[in-house]
């Protein structure tokens, strides 16, 4: 089963000087607010985080939920948001891909694939042993799950005493502490251009397609990175 | 409202774990070492780039109410004060959301 040691080996990385914790905290105490706010009482609250458990893709389920959005509509805004799950994915589960470990692992554990635990992965995968890499991973996903579920509970129950000023402030650590371990994970040149562009193309093609914009900088930005990458090897 | 909320859930979360199961599917035939996991590599972080870039440009939600300049201001001073303290991540984090609130208070 689960190897206890590396998963709480995962488990802990919250408490490390790089946790996610308060920033992740944060952004889930602004969305429990913000859930209250348009009415999901405490069960369907908790419920949205723990099903979905993605920040940007909760804020524009809200954001529809507001206009009055059809599901249709709603699905489609969501999936394109999180459609940067699968490159995501597909760059982090091959690292951790050990024949001693059954399937399941990996189809289970997938719903973990989000930021902040991404970018913990891929900036610490080199110091634990292969085998265990997924056994790591599912203890991290789990911490910054739980993380989440809390930081709901508490936006939930305290929204009456946050203004304005507050919930704006929460707002602005996500981003931030994402660049700054964007800026941590800068090593090789390809993924700094990668970067770079992805900075300046999403949104550059904001003004041709808002739906898009995300997707196509990522795609044409990860793809420019990728051949200068190859070309300077050759 | 309560029938519609918990199918906005379920839809929400579809559209969630559908990229994410589709890529740990795909990830079982993908080598570490390929280039077709460089590639995917290149495009995670150039999405991921993407997607902060709009959030703090283009933002949905509460950060729409602050200014465009105040937003960019609390990203330079974090970014100086997160290469200042050595790396460390709560210090930028805690310093930006404080910045954030005063100087939409004060602007």
Known sequence: ?234 | MSNSIFYAILVTSLATFLPRFLGAVSSQRIREDSKLFKWFNCLAYATLAALIARTIIFPVGALTDASYLSRIFVVIFSIIVFLFSKKNYVFPTIFSAILMAMLNNYL
Not at chain 1, 32 to 39: E, H, I
């Open chain 1, 1 to 234: 089963m689960i190897n206890t040691k590396y998963f709480l080996g995962g488990y802990k990385s919250i408490l490390k000087a790089d946790s996610p914790a308060i920033a992740l905290g944060a952004c889930f105490v602004a969305i429990g607010a913000l859930l209250k706010n348009l009415g999901f009482n405490i069960q369907e609250s908790i419920f949205s985080t723990m099903l979905t458990y993605a920040l940007p893709g909760s804020l524009v389920m809200a954001e529809s939920l507001l206009i009055g959005a059809s599901l249709l509509n709603i699905f489609l805004a969501v999936f394109f948001v999180n459609a940067r799950l699968y490159p995501m994915a597909v760059s982090l589960f091959p690292l951790m891909m050990h024949k001693s470990q059954p399937k399941w692992k990996y189809y289970f554990s997938c719903h973990f694939i989000a930021v902040s635990a991404w970018l913990i992965m891929k900036n610490n995968y080199k110091n634990i042993p292969k085998q265990h890499r997924i056994d790591y991973w599912i203890g991290i996903g789990s911490a910054t799950w739980t993380v989440a579920v809390i930081g709901t509970l508490i936006g939930f129950f305290l929204c009456d005493y946050l203004n304005k000023d507050i919930l704006i402030g929460l707002a602005i650590i996500n981003p931030i502490y994402f660049l700054c371990m964007m800026i941590e994970a800068s090593k090789t040149s390809q993924i700094i251009i990668s970067i770079i562009l992805g900075l300046i193309l999403g949104p550059a093609f904001y003004f041709f397609s808002p739906e898009w914009s995300i997707l196509l900088g990522g795609v044409a930005g990860g793809t420019i990175a990728y051949l200068t990458g190859e070309l300077n090897v050759k």
